[in-house]
């Protein structure tokens, strides 16, 4: 959340290697029928327009649906500059002009994109489908109506942009004669006249379970159907395959006919990513074919040849082994569409460089026939291959995470594309593993299990890096001057590599920390390797400073940019030297928030309870120390609770609190209740003590300037808006009951006082926004009224409502939990048209904020707190220690 336009002891807990399982109801009243015809609604209007009878192979029935002709009809415009009322223009002169004179000279004289822009947000496209692609290599975004259309291959940098010329498109042929030809694309461009364009969306469905997606066309009145089967490797507890550059296609042929089919399934797709680079010259494509352990791929390799990260781009398919069934190989489009229309023999002629002002294209066509009222598999892929990066600095030269398998001289796309057309069967038989007790349960409501595995998409999607420590690197490299003492950070960066992501597609700061406090449950929880090799990395900006000066936009004041024993708000822009140098954030001097070294500690426990690294645990009890250390000058008047200074002081960025705040307590005494249990772990007695005695003395304090008997107030300031009704005030008690610390000398929140809060919040916050049917509102007056005071208090945040709804289901509010959440998801993926792009926020009305977020990651805190509630995840009690290697697949 950013500006005014905003943006982790017990008993063993079990390893998540297998942590999906069905999850039976503890509630003392009877469960909710998930499949009744209100709740089925609004996911039955995206399909209304169907007409087909075609139901695909082997479809899954849950996932997000929606038929290739819906037209959403409410349209959204995103928050930005014009929006911001008279009064906050007013109140935040000097900042806008701050901000305007730092906007011009980084886009008009760094010729670089700001970090954030609030004059040119993302419109709302509501066209996305499921991004192809592991982490940190690039991704590449296929519509749902088919169309590529979102690009993510520089590090950080997406270009939004729907290439025309990439398509497939379906031949059949009977009896040697051409019956039937089509591109699959319900579009009609105005380019490339020449193709049959326009089929029919109403005979259409796509239906995403991520990380697969399935596409079922219905050919009228050829009695055949295609289900396009989209397969990408993304593998909890795997380090290897999910780092892949690659996507599979697997079309599933069936003919209803009385007499044998041939079908041809071309992918055409241009040299590029729909830029203006693209026609800058210098590119060629080459065909290729590759055969091993007897099997035969065979494609096109696009060579990209920019002067800055140069890329190959591949399509292939693989060649079948039952009969006489050809994959065919086209090095430009031009050609395939020729001799498609000539039924000539295919000639293999290398392409030639292209000059400047021209663009390239290239084909690949497969097929097959397929029997009377039988069905045939084609096989087809794209990988690309941009193994050595450069940030915008251009400072430092860096090494994707899949080079450790596939090289990185850039000649990779063969084997790439190899590797996944042989290999993908594997991966879903592991994806189809690990989803399917979720899938199975009748307990679970069907919207919840697409929005769980849908909302994972950003881990990709994120504008992810996964890098690998260059070979030369030593300790020191990864450490900085200061972090001696973290005595694993190397071997743990060495052995998984570096990963980071964006806070939003919007949004371009890396590992925003406040955020992934939120958002971090998706890796503790599938890739716990890579929130430890995070951990370390924020551990080590932590014990570092850097000492430069720089002016803030917020207060037009200079400090540093950061100060040593204090977490940083993120570890970098894109457009500069992530890692190197941290904090790209200045509206605010970050060093004054009171979240953030609270939320490191939260993790550090986090984490370790749920994959019992205990080296992990004594490397960060000396970092947990330090930033506690700082964080106690927050305590002005020493009774053991933090105040807030009258600043918007935390991720709510534009929301000033003052004094005593329940956000801000609540995460200081649940982060001081971690201190008590990690040092009664570690045997440190003396600061056993010393925060025993902070925690009972402030934990007074916050019950007697917070608590009015219903809720926690929003702050202690006495003004207008301090009694408002936060949606996030039992943050802390989140976090906590998360961790297995919610029993005994651990609980620090009154149980009542806490069902009573969410009570109150699931009243006024929930049902009385949106007629209930919206999520939760940040912030709600006691009568009923928004509060109106930020532009933050007055929005939903979805990563806020999923952790909100998580609270509920811990505290036993299950249908509550389920019901806020709920919102949310209607909201963003059938009502808004937001699927695969889920916002920071929106209002009840009109406007959204910042598309493509990473704090909806929360809603795996629901599935932790579901887990929790059925006895998998025990109670905190004495932790032993578990075999390092007890986390691998």
């Not at 590090?155 to 051409?178: E, M, S, W």
């Not at 699959?184 to 990380?211: D, I, K, T």
């Not at 251009?394 to 995470?401: A, C, S």
């Not at 709804?805 to 209607?826: D, N, W």
Request: glycine share 8%; hydrophobic share 35%; net charge negative.
């Amino acid at each position: 959340s950013h500006f005014n336009h905003s943006r982790l002891g017990g008993r063993p807990h079990p390893t998540h290697s297998q942590i999906l399982f069905p999850v039976r109801w503890c509630l003392s009243r009877e469960a909710p029928a998930w499949a009744d015809g209100a709740a089925m609604a609004d996911s039955a209007k995206l399909m209304e327009r169907f007409e087909g009878t075609a139901r695909g192979h082997q479809v899954p029935s849950s996932g997000w649906r929606i038929c290739l002709a819906h037209e959403f009809a409410e349209k959204r415009k995103p928050y930005q500059a014009s929006d911001v009322s008279a009064s906050d223009v007013v109140k935040h002169l000097g900042l806008g002009i701050r901000y305007l004179r730092w906007w011009y000279r980084k886009t008009h004289v760094e010729k670089k994109c700001p970090v954030i822009d609030l004059f040119n947000p993302l419109p709302l496209r509501q066209i996305y489908g499921c991004p192809l692609g592991g982490f940190g290599g690039g991704t590449i975004t296929r519509g749902w109506r088919g169309e590529f259309c979102r690009w993510q291959l520089n590090p950080g940098v997406y270009h939004h942009k729907t290439v025309v010329a990439d398509q497939f498109t379906v031949c059949l042929r009977r009896k040697g004669q051409t019956v039937y030809q089509q591109v699959l694309s319900v579009e009609r461009p105005n380019v490339l006249q020449g193709w049959n364009w326009g089929y029919c969306g109403h005979y259409a469905f796509y239906h995403a379970l991520y990380p697969r997606a399935w596409t079922v066309y219905q050919l009228p009145g050829q009695d055949v159907g295609l289900t396009c089967r989209q397969v990408s490797p993304i593998i909890p507890h795997d380090y290897q395959d999910t780092s892949l550059p690659v996507g599979v296609f697997v079309w599933e042929l069936e003919n209803g006919s009385d007499e044998a089919v041939d079908v041809s399934i071309m992918l055409t797709l241009r040299n590029g990513t729909g830029t203006k680079e693209d026609k800058s010259g210098g590119h060629w494509n080459e065909p290729f074919s590759l055969e091993k352990e007897g099997a035969r791929v065979s494609g096109v390799l696009l060579h990209h040849c920019s002067p800055v990260n140069p890329y190959t781009l591949a399509i292939s398919a693989r060649e079948q082994v039952e009969g006489p069934i050809p994959s065919r190989v086209f090095p430009t489009s031009q050609q395939y569409w020729k001799e498609r229309d000539q039924d000539k023999a295919n000639v293999i002629v290398p392409g030639s460089l292209t000059e400047k002002g021209e663009v390239t294209a290239a084909a690949v066509c497969a097929t097959c026939t397929v029997p009377p009222r039988g069905h045939r598999t084609l096989e087809l892929g794209m990988a690309w291959d941009m193994p050595r990066i450069h940030f915008g600095s251009k400072e430092k030269l860096h090494l994707r995470r899949y080079t450790r398998y596939f090289g990185s001289a850039g000649d990779a796309c063969p084997a790439l594309s190899h590797y996944a057309l042989t290999h993908y069967e594997q991966w879903e038989e592991k994806i189809e593993s690990w989803q399917r007790p979720i899938l199975e349960s009748s307990h679970l409501p069907p919207w919840y299990k697409s929005a769980l595995f849908n909302e994972l998409y950003f881990v990709a999607d994120g504008g992810t890096l996964w890098l690998e420590l260059p070979p030369e690197a030593c300790a020191e490299d990864v450490q900085g001057p200061a972090g001696t003492g973290l005595s694993q950070i190397f071997p743990v960066l060495r052995e998984y590599g570096r990963f980071a992501y964006l806070e939003g597609q919007e949004y371009r700061m890396y590992n925003t920390y406040d955020v992934h406090f939120y958002a971090s449950f998706a890796l503790a929880m599938l890739w716990p390797k890579l929130e430890i090799s995070l951990q370390y990395d924020i551990a080590a900006a932590v014990l570092n400073e850097d000492t430069q000066p720089r002016l803030y936009l917020m207060n037009g004041q200079m400090a540093q940019v950061k100060l040593k024993n204090v977490v940083p708000h993120d570890i970098g822009d894109p457009e500069d030297e992530p890692w190197q140098r941290v904090n790209a954030y200045l509206i605010h001097d970050t060093a004054g928030w009171k979240d953030l070294n609270l939320k490191f500690v939260l993790q550090v426990y986090r984490d370790y309870y749920l994959t019992q690294d205990t080296a992990y645990l004594q490397d960060m009890w000396p970092v947990c120390q330090a930033v506690m250390d700082s964080e106690l000058k927050f305590d002005t008047d020493d009774d053991g609770l933090i105040e807030n200074s009258g600043f918007a002081d935390q991720t709510y960025d534009a929301w000033v609190a003052t004094g005593a705040s329940a956000y801000c307590g609540s995460l200081w005494l649940a982060a001081v209740c971690v201190m008590c249990k990690v040092a009664g772990i570690v045997g440190d007695s003396e600061v056993l003590q010393k925060y025993s005695a902070i925690r009972r003395k402030g934990s007074e304090a916050f019950e007697r300037l917070l608590w009015n008997g219903k809720y926690y107030n929003y702050d202690s300031s006495g003004g207008p808006f301090s009694s408002t009704v936060m949606s996030d005030q039992c943050a802390g008690q989140w976090f906590l009951r998360a961790s297995g610390l919610d029993q005994g000398e651990f609980q620090v929140f009154p149980r009542s006082h806490v069902v009573s809060a969410l009570k109150t919040i699931f009243e006024l916050n929930v049902m009385g926004f949106g007629n209930g049917t919206m999520g939760a509102v940040n912030g709600m007056r006691p009568d009923g009224s928004l509060d109106t005071s930020s532009v933050q208090s007055s929005e939903a945040w979805v990563g806020v409502v999923y952790a909100l709804a998580a609270t509920m289901i811990q505290e036993g509010l299950v249908q509550e939990g389920f019901h806020t959440a709920e919102g949310c998801y209607r909201t963003v993926w059938e009502r808004l048209g937001m699927a695969f792009q889920t916002p920071e926020a929106y209002c009840q009305r009109k406007l959204f904020r910042s598309l493509a977020y990473m704090r909806p990651l929360s809603i795996w805190s629901m599935q932790l707190a579901l887990e929790s509630r059925a006895g998998q995840a025990p109670a905190a009690a004495a932790p032993r220690p578990v075999q390092e290697n007890s986390l691998q697949p």
